[in-house]
């Protein structure tokens, strides 16, 4: 079964310039996740999608930050536009459904920014 | 958003039982406890999960206290390839969101 995938693997940008991310869920998984990891800490969620509908987007910096998942299937990350303390690797996951506990969620290998 | 403890970091020999500790204090009756770990430079990953009992899977074992406030994740025989952070959770509210603390570091020496 082929895991949760994400590119870019790397991205270096300026402050302020604009950057995406792409994710590529599990297949037939309903839910979908970002996650940031600032280094030394554990993963924050940004935003939680069941199939195309927004979740949780509790914790998601709104005035910078957008997600969208069209299709119930990819999602992207945006940033826009970058500050320095962006600078974390963005994490992706997925699971089979969004209404039990016991499910499992299987991450990406993350995508590592730098912002300059 | 439920919150656990657990130490900053742990070691261990190779080829030895290792338990981690994890305090769920604010654990409510209806959620799961799971573990992930986090080897360098990848995402986390599955490792156990549990409601009351204890459990065992390839990877490793769960005991949950009866009060179900502390949980000890036990791995029989630490290898090199354990080194890693690893993720004590709770899984519950409406959308069964894990929150993640800053792990246990766990150190496996030769």
């Given at each position: 079964e082929a895991g949760v995938a994400q590119s870019p693997r790397y991205k270096i940008i300026e402050k302020r310039q604009s950057v995406a991310f792409w994710c590529n869920p599990i297949s037939g998984h309903a839910t979908l996740y970002w996650y940031q990891q600032i280094l030394g800490q554990g993963p924050k969620l940004l935003i939680q999608f069941q199939n195309n509908g927004v979740?949780?987007?509790?914790?998601?910096?709104?005035d910078r930050f957008s997600a969208e998942r069209l299709k119930g299937v990819d999602s992207t990350l945006k940033i826009?536009?970058?500050?320095?303390?962006?600078s974390a690797v963005y994490l992706c996951a997925s699971r089979?459904?969004?209404?039990?506990?016991?499910d499992t969620q299987y991450f990406g290998p993350g995508t590592r920014l730098t912002v300059l | 958003d439920a919150k656990t403890t657990q130490p900053n970091s742990m070691e261990s020999n190779e080829e030895e039982p290792v338990h981690l500790p994890c305090n769920?204090?604010?654990?409510?009756?209806?959620d799961y406890i799971h573990w992930y770990r986090q080897l360098p430079s990848q995402g986390p990953e599955y490792v156990i999960h549990g409601l009351t009992s204890n459990v065992n899977n390839r990877m490793a074992s769960l005991a949950i206290a009866e009060d179900r406030k502390s949980s000890t994740l036990i791995l029989h025989r630490a290898t090199l390839r354990d080194a890693a952070v690893y993720y004590c959770l709770n899984s519950g509210g409406s959308n069964y969101k894990l929150t993640f603390g800053k792990g246990t570091l766990l150190t496996v020496n030769p």
């Open positions: 979740v949780d987007d509790s914790q998601l910096p709104k826009q536009p970058a500050k320095l303390e962006d089979l459904t969004g209404g039990k506990g016991t | 769920h204090s604010t654990i409510s009756g209806t």
